[in-house]
């Protein structure tokens, strides 16, 4: 599979890693056994990449990711992140307190069963918390050899300026796909210029722009899908003339609507890495698939005009 190189600090990765959220929490039912053996199935194909977060579970997603590990930790370039607080299940607040990531960090570390983290993010920035002190705390973790390189997610471009003016910042993690492109205005100009490198989650549209989903009834009752702007009855409705605009171009490539948004996205410049979320091989083997498919200029600038021109329904988030 095609490398990228997240940051001048040089940490390369496949151009297509693999969310591990849905896994263990927010998108109804998991499935340990499918699970483990959609991870088997992603290191088989060179998708060694792999995302999570202490808060999907929560903890639950780290401690699966240990289990699939074990014995082979060395083949898998590992990213979790720290800084958004649960309790009870629900989310409670931002913490960017030097001590608080410290804490964070070794639990983390006890859950993966790992001595090192590979790229490890501040999942939200805390505005109560200085950056650079933050960033400080993440710079002196890289010092003590407990992370490798440091990444931020959903950061500003001034937030990006400050806190690579403390340590390099090797890469942003930040929504992007046909449906969200908030970042190329400002954030993705802002990483290239200061060399560090663009991971983007949720690049189809949290399963939308796959064109498998019909309907609200289509979410489980536990999927927190069914709280978001974007799910609504309203929004499935308006919001679906997009998907089939998209399924129009896929047809005609001879491929699937969620492969062609993963191409146009990763034809956006080659620094971009993608990390599509599943929990089932099926669905791995076609993402992964998506690095292969090449776009003539004429379907680029096509789905271009689509995406530029479609006035989504919802916000990302509530």
Known sequence: MKTIVLGEAGLTVPAIGLGC?????????????????????????GCNFWDTSDIYGPYTNEELLAKSMRGRREKITLATKFGIMQKGGKIVGLN???????????????????????????????????LEDTMGALADLVQAGKVRYIGLSEASSEQLRVANAVHPVSALQTEYSLWSREVEPD??????????????????GRGFLTGKLKKLEDL??????????????????????????????????GVTAGQIA????????DDICLIPGTKRIKYLEQNLAAAEVVLS????????????????????YG
């Open 21 to 45: 959220m849905g896994m263990s929490a927010f998108y109804g039912p998991t499935d340990e056994s499918e699970a483990l053996a959609t991870l088997d199935r992603a290191l088989e194909l």
């Open 96 to 130: 960017g307190t030097p001590e608080y990531l410290q804490q964070c960090c070794d639990e983390s570390l006890a859950r993966l069963k790992t001595d090192t983290i590979d790229l490890y993010y501040q999942h939200r920035i805390d505005p109560s918390v200085p």
């Open 187 to 204: 954030i993705l100009p802002t990483c290239r210029e200061l060399g560090i490198g663009f991971v983007g989650y949720s690049p189809l």
């Open 220 to 253: 489980a009752e536990d999927d927190w899908r069914r709280d978001n702007p974007r799910f609504t009855e309203q929004a499935f409705a308006k919001n679906a003339a997009l998907v089939a605009a998209i399924q129009d171009v896929a047809a005609g490539a």
């Open 262 to 269: 993963l191409a146009w996205l990763l034809h956006q410049g």
């Open 297 to 316: 200029a004429a379907q680029l600038s096509q789905l271009d005009e689509l995406s530029s021109g479609f006035e989504v329904e919802g916000t990302r």
